[in-house]
């Protein structure tokens, strides 16, 4: 019988080969995990232990694939996976989970809790379980292009906007250029100030670049959602537009998740064009700053105090972790401050991997925010910097939801507003 239980079982099952059989069965269940998940220290709510979410995943391996399992569960000391089980573990998954792997730097027998949980969320995906808010963005997604709604014509009216208001070329779909610019929605809806200033980056560096406007959105929702299908389908646009414009590098905005899925993920799923580079725009900032393609006015910002905030995929993933140091050393040599811990060990925003997305998932994520606020506290931070316009989105929104006296701040707007005439 095709049930939920039935489909979700399934996956796990065909998903549970040699590496994550030996992952699930090194587990002690020491629960060091717990303690890196920001759901589950700001909450105390065992359920978000980062190996509970893995629970099905074991149940799954150890009854189908294990004779201790087998017997467990004709005795009935062990319980067939049920519906409830399944809709249960679809809230705790999408809800209480950013993927923002920190757990995985913290088990000891060296789990990778990370995609472990990505490989719930792709049964889930299957079996049809998907949260109803992040599904509709997926949908939009696939039918107009974008899950914020930016069809065709809203990118080609908004660019010619944003670039109209702060006076700055933005080239679109210019053949030869050597770089693909590819923003996400959240920046070409919600922070148009951004691409206005990395365009002003680029243009000052002297990058031959463009927009698609094919291959406008980086945003993946098919990632977030687990759907292995979708998340290929919205990077072959981005792929096909590069190969359409013949450049040699794509470059991804300040989108954690899309750096993931498109710079590391996409290789283990599709082929990405040969001779094709992808960077993040920080990596790409930092580049320009030490080669001296741009310079920066020094102590621009240096008033107050200003921290930065590392965001899971650009920093602890994609290890841009010394760019915007650099960065913020000239600009703020005296104010910029730590958070503690920071860099790889940071903590996640709280909003990243489709949780903001997920009315439902409001209350924790506001509750994981608060150990933000605690770590800007400690620094007394007037100002918070990010490189991810996701993070910036939770950190505005919270800043308001708790109404807070600190600055939100992008560091391309930063670097844009410091640049030194050539
Ligand atoms: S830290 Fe690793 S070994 Fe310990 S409970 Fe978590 S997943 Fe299992
Ligand atoms: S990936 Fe991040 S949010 Fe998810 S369980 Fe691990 S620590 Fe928690």
Known sequence: MKTISNIAMNTFVKETGGYV?????????????????????????????????????????????TLSGKVKLALGVDK????????????????????????????????????????????MSNAGVVPDDLMKAVNKQVEEGSPLGVTDDVYDDRIEWVADEWEVDIPVDVKGADTLVVFSSIEVMKFPENIAAIAK?????????????????????????????????????????????????????ECGHAYDALRWTSYNMMEVPAGIEITHIVGLIGEYVRSGKIKLKAGAFDNGVITF??????????????????????????????????????????????????????PVRYAAFELKIDQMKAVGADAVVMSCSNCRLQFTDCVQHFNLDVKVKGLSQMVADALEER
């Open 21 to 65: 059989a030996a992952q699930l069965e090194a587990c002690t269940r020491c629960g060091m995990c717990a303690d890196a998940c920001h759901f589950y220290v700001a909450t105390g709510n065992p359920e978000y232990a980062p190996v509970w979410k893995i629970d099905l995943l074991k149940r799954a391996y150890e009854q189908r694939f």
């Open 80 to 123: 067939p996976v049920t519906d409830e089980d399944i809709q249960k573990f679809s809230k705790i998954v999408y809800e209480a989970c950013t993927m923002c792997n920190k757990c995985s730097m913290v088990c000891p027998m060296g789990l990778q809790l990370g995609p472990l949980i990505h490989e719930v969320r792709t049964s």
């Open 201 to 253: 980056i680029l243009n000052t560096a002297g990058e031959k670049w463009t927009l698609s406007t094919a291959g406008r959105e980086v945003v993946n929702f098919g990632f977030y959602e687990g759907s292995e299908e979708r998340t290929k389908m919205f990077m072959q646009r981005i792929f096909d537009a590069a190969k359409e414009l013949g450049v040699k590098k794509i470059v991804v905005t």
């Open 309 to 362: 905030h590392d965001a899971c995929k650009i920093q602890r993933r994609g290890g841009h972790i010394k760019e915007p140091r650099e960065i913020l050393k000239i600009l703020a040599p005296n104010s910029f401050k730590e958070m503690s811990p920071s860099k790889e060990q940071a903590i996640c925003c709280g909003g990243g991997g489709g949780v903001i997305a997920i009315k439902e998932a409001d």
